[in-house]
């Protein structure tokens, strides 16, 4: 073997590593749960091994909603603001109405839903109009979590 064989070899190691980490860059990158066909919408995320924040955004980038996944929610529902009811990853949810400090026009909805492996979705849904706001709860009750990876507790 001559040097400049020996020195690419510590060089292909590099490249196989960084093969390897995008390999499991594009598993995690699929993460999020599953969206309707139809649903025109795309997946943003990001968090790391004990939690993961997907952003189902529109074409121009807009949230039509959000969820976390993870082993435990801060999310504390309170029995006063119950509102809609529906079924998110074949569970009966209760939505409960939430604000935003800076827009108390906005329309918004919060629920929580446990799922399996011991893990936790924290769902919201954010808007201005009462039949978005409906358009996308169902969406989210359409939702797959099957294939989601189980995440770690702190």
């Not at 795309?42 to 909603?65: H, K, M, P, Y």
């Not at 026009?105 to 446990?114: A, G, H, S």
């Amino acid at each position: 073997m001559n040097t400049t064989t020996r020195r690419l070899l510590p060089l292909s190691g590099c490249v196989l590593a960084l093969v390897f980490a995008a390999a499991a860059h594009a598993q995690s990158m699929n993460a999020c749960p599953q969206l309707p066909a139809d649903s025109g919408l795309s997946w943003e995320q990001r968090g790391n091994d004990a939690f993961l924040i997907c952003s189902a955004v529109t074409n121009d980038g807009t949230e039509a909603f959000g969820l976390s996944l993870s082993a435990d929610s801060a999310f504390q529902p309170r029995r006063g603001n119950r509102e809609e009811r529906g079924v998110v990853a074949g569970k009966d949810v209760r939505w409960y109405r939430a604000e935003v400090g800076a827009q108390p026009d906005m329309l918004v909805r919060e629920t929580l839903v446990e799922l399996e492996r011991d893990r936790v979705a924290h769902i919201w849904v954010r808007t201005q109009s009462r039949e978005l706001l409906n358009s996308r709860m169902g969406l989210v009750e359409r939702l797959e979590f099957d294939g989601a990876p189980q995440l770690t507790s702190n």
